[in-house]
């Protein structure tokens, strides 16, 4: 089996990882958190998004995150962004405070799309048009999150069909890269797989990425999944943080330190220190008042301890 030698890895912990969290997590705690990830080696990180505060007030210190952090050249920082006024916002800022990357955010399932950004599915790609516009036209790198690439939680199982159909217009109003995203981690490694290849219709493997979310355990094989078609980007979240607001019941992403832990393990490079991630996945927990999410920290912590 051919693999990727070299795999991205972008920390999306702090913001699906915390855009959830009931209690305020204050910006600087989020500054620290993106400062060790980067330090840890982390090539990318989402760092928050510019949405509507009464949606997720965890996000509403968007441009304090932007403006507090302490770049690292080399690291691409992203934002999720769902409309011009997230892009205005964003781009309100100098220029130094800019988000590399943004991130839209649509949905193969038309329910989900109403509950997580209040339109249908062609709405958004109508919404996203100018923004991807926009962005390009400001150097930034445009990439989309694909939610509900094979179950939603309204509608159920989501069929092939209705992703190559999302990315299809994502492509069209020039999205560079997709992320193929199991909101409420339901997939399988053979549905990931149906749901990737419906991507590759029209994205080349090096422009799409995986986004597991790991509620019933099955993130890691769907990473392995991936990996098996090419595709050798993903979005973990250190200590398996988060989950979408929009997705009761859902848990994190799966945990960055469980993904690095594999890909080591199968002699695929990240450029990502483990014991500095699993510092970085402690500070947040702690913060938080909780335990890690992953196994991997969990293993390693219990043999440090030894
Ligand atoms: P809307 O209510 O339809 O928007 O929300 P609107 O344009 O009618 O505006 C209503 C109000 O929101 C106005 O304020 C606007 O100013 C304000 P008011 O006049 O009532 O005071 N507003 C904004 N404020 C700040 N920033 C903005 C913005 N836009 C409007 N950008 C909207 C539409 C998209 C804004 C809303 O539905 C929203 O913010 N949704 C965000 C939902 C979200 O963040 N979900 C979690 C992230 S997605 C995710 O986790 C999935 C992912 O991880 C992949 C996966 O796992 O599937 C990416
Ligand atoms: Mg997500």
């Not at 014991?275 to 970085?280: G, N, R, S, V, Y």
Request: net charge neutral; hydrophobic share 45%; aromatic share 6%.
């Amino acid at each position: 089996m051919n693999f990727p030698t070299r795999v991205k890895l972008v920390d999306v912990g702090p913001r699906d990882g915390l855009q959830n969290e009931k209690q305020p997590v204050p910006a600087a705690v989020k500054v620290e958190l993106i400062g060790r990830l980067q330090q840890a080696g982390l090539p990318e990180i989402e760092a928050t998004s510019f949405v509507s505060p009464k949606w997720v007030p965890q996000m509403a210190d968007n441009a304090q995150v932007m403006r507090d952090i302490q770049r690292k050249p080399g690291v691409r920082y992203a934002a999720l962004i769902p409309n011009m006024q997230g892009l205005q916002a964003a781009l309100a800022a100098p220029r130094a405070q800019w988000p590399d990357e943004i991130v839209v955010f649509g949905s193969a399932s038309e329910a989900f799309s109403q509950k997580n950004i209040n339109c249908s599915i062609a709405e958004s790609i109508e919404r996203f048009r100018p923004v991807v516009a926009a962005a390009r036209e400001h150097g930034l790198h445009v990439r989309a999150a694909m939610s509900c690439t094979v179950g939603c939680p309204y509608e159920g199982e989501v069929a092939p069909e209705r992703v190559e159909r999302l990315a299809r217009m994502l492509k069209e109003i020039g999205v560079q890269e997709v992320a193929v995203a199991d909101t409420i981690g339901v997939g399988t490694p053979l549905k990931v797989q149906r749901a990737l290849q419906a991507t590759l219709a029209h994205f080349p493997a090096q422009a799409i990425s995986g986004h597991f979310h790991d509620t019933y355990g099955q993130a890691l094989a769907n990473t392995l999944a991936s990996l098996q078609l090419g595709v050798a980007q993903f979005d973990t979240s250190v200590a398996g943080l988060g989950g979408c607001p929009y997705a009761k019941g859902a848990t994190g992403n799966v945990a960055t330190e469980d993904v690095v832990y594999m890909l080591h393990g199968m002699g695929i490079a990240t450029g990502i220190d483990l014991d500095k991630l699993i510092d970085a996945g402690v500070f947040i927990s702690q913060a938080l008042g909780r335990e890690p999410q992953s196994r991997v920290s969990k293993a390693i912590r219990n043999k440090r301890a030894q």
